[in-house]
């Protein structure tokens, strides 16, 4: 009796590693460049952004060395992408290159409300032109005169103003613990041990192992990144 229960035992351990390799196989098929995960949180006068930096296609881990995972493209806005990676850097330069040409020609920096549309309409433009939905999506967090917002932009070119938000996968346990945690009050060290937590549950919780991850955050005068 004890042998067959054992010989059971055997049998569903490896059913269900079989059935865990193909639903990965299958999960990559169906597009896997959104399995990273990034979110930011809004302040009153700032804007953390959190990215994984490394990335993965379906169950393919490659290396990477983190420094596409946020980029600074203006001096009051930063931009994460979850997605495929040769799509961000391009939308990315594009987007840092526009800024400067539109600072060189009006003598001051392009407005956050301003970017926020043009990185949708970018995005948005992209899939009607290319006949493809662009293999991305992003946080934009801005800061002005006006204050820091945060924009979540996805695919097709939808956008939303939002003071917390997230990408990818690990997406809905990141809103999880933000919709509990979360308050407009927040200043910046509270943001970041809030930050620090959901990377840790993501760490423990998370189907692969995010191995390394960026925090940054961005104010009226600085954009610092925290170990």
Known sequence: IHKLAADAAAETTQMLQRLLVIVALAHARRGGDFTGVNFGIRGEDFVLLAAETGHRKGPLQYAADGSGAIRRVDAGAVL??????????????????????????????CPAKAVAHFLRREIADRRRTDGNTPELRALLGTVDDEGAALTWVDESGARADLPYGAHGVGAPLVLGLL??????????????????????????????????ARIVVLDASTCREVT
């Open 179 to 212: 919709d509990e945690a979360y308050s407009p009050s927040l200043n910046r060290d509270e943001a970041i041990d809030l930050a620090r937590t959901c990377l840790d549950v993501l760490r423990r919780r998370y189907a692969l192992a995010v191995d390394a």
């Open 80 to 109: 994460s992408c979850v997605g495929h990676q040769g799509e961000a850097d391009d939308l990315a330069a594009f987007l840092r290159e526009s800024l400067t040409a539109y600072r060189l020609d009006a003598g001051r920096s």
